[in-house]
């Protein structure tokens, strides 16, 4: 059964400490893997999509990176406006369809002054 | 301006009410989704519209209703929920249902069912 699962559930970090948030997946097939941030209260804006193991992409002090079995957010010497929660998601064509992502529960991040 | 506009942020309703949401995107897209977001549970697509059909219905209960009049508005008509279908509910948009594009999210609009 195609899964995605996002560890830890929550992280509490200090202002400037550095950290990573993961993504595992067990989908044949990946068509495209996406990182969102979700503000309490608000939808989830779009972060980054990879497409194939060994890709990276960065925005800021984000930097995500995907493999064949998971995905990483790096957050490098974060602050406290980095607080969210991020979300993963997957798109694989064995959910039915590619208009289907299977998301996780998110990694809730707060970061302290 | 937002890609992705949702009316109203919050709404109360009681069970035996009729309302509706609306969502309008300004981006030029050709799909729109609903989804629904629980207290820990991840994100459940409700329906896909593409090109005003739509495509996608995921066993949602009919007192849920969307309407998708033309590509940039997409409507969901509530009537009789339950307490349970309180939640925020979230529009969406993304230039095609079947191919490698991103899917860009409105504010939500948070639903209170008493």
């Given at each position: 059964?195609?899964?995605?699962?996002?560890?830890p559930?929550?992280?509490?970090l200090?202002?400037?400490?550095?950290?990573?948030?993961?993504?595992?997946?067990?989908?044949?097939?990946?068509?495209?893997?996406?990182?969102?941030?979700?503000?309490?209260?608000?939808?989830?804006?779009?972060?980054?999509?990879l497409?194939?193991?060994?890709?990276?992409?960065?925005?800021?002090?984000?930097?995500?990176?995907?493999?064949?079995?998971?995905?990483?957010?790096?957050?490098?010497?974060?602050?406290?406006?980095?607080?969210?929660?991020?979300?993963?998601?997957?798109?694989?064509?064995?959910?039915?369809?590619?208009?289907?992502l299977?998301?996780?529960?998110?990694?809730?991040?707060?970061?302290?002054? | 301006?937002?890609?992705?506009?949702?009316?109203?942020?919050?709404l109360?309703?009681?069970?035996?009410?009729?309302?509706?949401?609306?969502?309008?995107?300004?981006?030029g897209?050709?799909?729109?989704?609903?989804?629904?977001?629980?207290?820990?549970?991840?994100?459940?697509?409700?329906?896909?519209?593409?090109?005003?059909?739509?495509?996608?219905?995921?066993?949602?209960?009919?007192?849920?209703?969307p309407?998708?009049?033309?590509?940039?508005?997409?409507?969901?008509?509530?009537?009789t929920l339950?307490?349970?279908?309180?939640?925020?509910?979230?529009?969406?948009?993304?230039?095609?249902?079947?191919?490698?594009?991103?899917?860009?999210?409105?504010e939500?609009?948070w639903?209170?069912?008493?």
């Amino acid at each position: 059964e195609d899964q995605v699962t996002q560890s830890p559930e929550a992280l509490r970090l200090q202002e400037g400490e550095s950290s990573s948030l993961n993504c595992s997946y067990t989908v044949s097939g990946l068509r495209g893997l996406f990182w969102y941030r979700q503000d309490p209260g608000k939808g989830p804006e779009f972060l980054f999509t990879l497409y194939s193991a060994g890709e990276e992409k960065e925005k800021e002090r984000l930097k995500a990176t995907l493999t064949k079995k998971e995905s990483f957010l790096h957050i490098t010497a974060p602050k406290p406006e980095d607080s969210a929660t991020y979300l993963c998601a997957v798109r694989s064509p064995n959910a039915g369809n590619n208009r289907k992502l299977i998301w996780g529960l998110g990694t809730s991040l707060a970061v302290n002054p | 301006e937002t890609g992705v506009t949702q009316t109203p942020r919050h709404l109360v309703m009681g069970m035996t009410n009729k309302k509706s949401l609306k969502c309008e995107q300004h981006l030029g897209h050709n799909a729109m989704y609903w989804y629904k977001q629980s207290a820990k549970k991840p994100l459940e697509l409700m329906f896909v519209y593409s090109l005003e059909e739509r495509v996608e219905n995921n066993s949602v209960p009919s007192r849920f209703s969307p309407e998708c009049p033309n590509s940039s508005h997409l409507f969901l008509h509530l009537h009789t929920l339950q307490p349970e279908d309180s939640a925020l509910y979230l529009c969406a948009s993304s230039q095609d249902p079947d191919r490698r594009n991103t899917i860009y999210f409105g504010e939500g609009s948070w639903l209170t069912v008493v």
